[in-house]
């Protein structure tokens, strides 16, 4: 994938960071097409953007590092 895929799925993130449920969806689905390098920049990104939102921080236990 390139690197406006990272992008675009950045962005699906903060659009649905609303709903806890889309977001773990959103980001398991991320998981799954993303390439290692990205998936490891992603992963940074989530844990900088989860930071004041402990609600989305459960998500990450579905993810895989």
Known sequence: MSKSMLTFTKKVL???SFDVQL???ELEKAYKVLLPHELSEL???VLQF???KPELRQCL???KY
Do not use: A, L, P, Y
Request: glycine share 6%.
């Open 14 to 16: 903060k659009g649905v």
């Open 23 to 25: 977001f773990c969806k």
């Open 43 to 45: 992963s940074e990104w």
């Open 50 to 52: 989860t930071q004041n």
């Open 61 to 63: 236990v579905r993810i």
